[in-house]
T-cell receptor
Framework: GEDVEQSLFLSVREGDSSVINCTYTDSSSTYLYWYKQEPGAGLQLLTYIFSNMDMKQDQRLTVLLNKKDKHLSLRIADTQTGDSAIYFCAERGGYQKVTFGTGTKLQVIP | NAGVTQTPKFQVLKTGQSMTLQCAQDMNHNSMYWYRQDPGMGLRLIYYSASEGTTDKGEVPNGYNVSRLNKREFSLRLESAAPSQTSVYFC?????????????FGSGTQLSVL
């Protein structure tokens, strides 16, 4: 079945850029998503990219997609303490199903 | 605008007890979902309802039942709770299960089964 993998933890200093990586296996993915989960809360959609795009920029967020390698990344520029959260990569596969990764916990050090 | 509302926020059960988790959305969405979140395992789909009147199994349906009561409400029932069902449960909704399936999540129910 589909599999989405992420590293579990990332620590960066405030003001630096953060890059969170994700790999997936479903070659029929149509949309790929990044969700953010703050402590005690549900997931909130941050951004998404259609599979025929290479890059999408949205203010401080840049999503890069390498479809050949099935690799997705989320870059957060000028990382702030408010960006501390768990970030989930997700992909919409070929059979009406959204599969989530395990989540990457981002710690921002002041 | 409440979005997706789940109740209760916290629940402790003894093994063998039953309970129902409630979920309602006010966005007129067609599709609704129940996920469970466990450490190191991400979110796993339990059941979903593509539209009012339909429900289907997800990745981990055993031990659960669901009811799509109407377009707004989608409940999850544990008939005989087991310690393996200790988890955080999230309800979500989307406009439809086609194309760009942007999910909106509730704030979760933390369930402990002793």
């Amino acid at each position: 079945g589909e599999d989405v993998e992420q590293s579990l933890f990332l620590s960066v200093r405030e003001g630096d850029s953060s890059v969170i990586n994700c790999t997936y296996t479903d070659s029929s993915s149509t949309y790929l998503y990044w969700y953010k989960q703050e402590p005690g809360a549900g997931l909130q959609l941050l951004t998404y990219i259609f599979s025929n795009m290479d890059m999408k920029q949205d203010q401080r967020l840049t999503v890069l997609l390498n479809k050949k390698d099935k690799h997705l990344s989320l870059r957060i520029a000028d990382t702030q303490t408010g960006d501390s959260a768990i970030y989930f990569c997700a992909e919409r596969g070929g059979y009406q199903k959204v599969t989530f990764g395990t989540g990457t916990k981002l710690q921002v050090i002041p | 605008n409440a979005g997706v509302t789940q109740t209760p926020k916290f629940q402790v059960l003894k093994t063998g007890q039953s309970m129902t988790l409630q979920c309602a959305q006010d966005m007129n969405h067609n599709s609704m979902y129940w996920y469970r979140q466990d450490p190191g395992m991400g979110l796993r789909l339990i059941y979903y309802s593509a539209s009012e009147g339909t429900t289907d199994k997800g990745e981990v349906p055993n031990g659960y039942n669901v009811s799509r009561l109407n377009k707004r409400e989608f409940s999850l029932r544990l008939e005989s709770a087991a310690p393996s069902q200790t988890s955080v449960y999230f309800c979500a909704s989307s406009e439809a299960m086609t194309g760009n399936e942007k999910l909106f999540f509730g704030s979760g129910t933390q369930l402990s089964v002793l």
